[in-house]
């Protein structure tokens, strides 16, 4: 069974802590991605990494940065967590290509006070 | 850049109705793959079914189909015979050739099945 999981269910944080997410997937693929869930905005992509230590920007990545040195492993870094960035974290992965559905990780609900 | 427009925030089903939910899109990629997901109040995002953009017949999972129409850009859900179950958030979502395959998603539809 294809498993992507992720460090926390729930984390709350401080602002202006460093937070890290962390994700791991068990499938072997190379793509993997980090997107924020907030009500009426849907998912909108932060970053993705298309193999390992290479990544890109999606639409929102100010005040985030991503590392990924390990093929199985994606994380998301808010460098300096601020209260706008309070949101649910969904972390996904796929194969490469356009035909190819991504795999959701159960997200993380990060609550920044 | 990719877009992904969808214009309903809330749809409501009578169950054994069909419903559809609309999904726009825009690309200057000319090969892409459209995809829609159901999120559930649990959370998981749980994938349902895909379109190719070169697919010339209508992609169908059970209930579901895709009314995928190309030169209007828009890649429609339909669900027939509504059950409760079926409640829960939509997105739709498309990905492209260029940019590494990166995946881009709408704001979602919330669709209640009423008994």
């Not at chain 1, 980090?34 to 230590?53: A, C, H, N, T």
């Not at chain 1, 996904?92 to 990780?105: C, D, M, R």
Request: a neutral charge.
């Amino acid at each position: 069974d294809v498993k992507v999981t992720q460090s926390s269910r729930y984390l709350v944080k401080r602002t202006g802590e460093k937070v890290f997410l962390e994700c791991v997937q068990d499938m072997d693929h190379e793509n993997m991605f980090w997107y924020r869930q907030d009500p009426g905005l849907g998912l909108r992509l932060i970053y993705f990494s298309y193999d390992v230590k290479m990544k890109e920007k999606g639409d929102i990545p100010e005040g985030y940065s991503v590392s990924r040195e390990k093929k199985e492993r994606f994380s998301l870094i808010l460098e300096s967590a601020s209260t706008n960035q309070t949101s649910m974290y969904l972390c996904a992965s796929s194969p490469p290509g356009i035909g190819y559905e991504q795999y959701f990780g159960p997200g993380t609900r990060l609550t920044v006070t | 850049a990719q877009k992904i427009t969808q214009t309903q925030p809330g749809m409501f089903v009578q169950e054994k109705e069909a419903v559809t939910l609309d999904c726009t899109y825009d690309t200057s990629d000319q090969s892409y793959g459209l995809f829609w997901y159901k999120q559930p109040s649990s959370g998981e995002m749980i994938f349902l079914i895909y379109q190719g953009s070169y697919d010339e017949q209508n992609a169908t999972e059970g209930r579901y189909s895709l009314n995928f129409q190309k030169a209007r850009k828009s890649a429609n859900l339909v669900i027939s015979a509504s059950q409760l179950g079926d409640s829960a958030m939509y997105f739709c979502a498309m990905r492209g050739l260029y940019n590494n395959n990166d995946m881009r998603f709408g704001a979602g539809t919330r669709l209640t099945v009423k008994p």
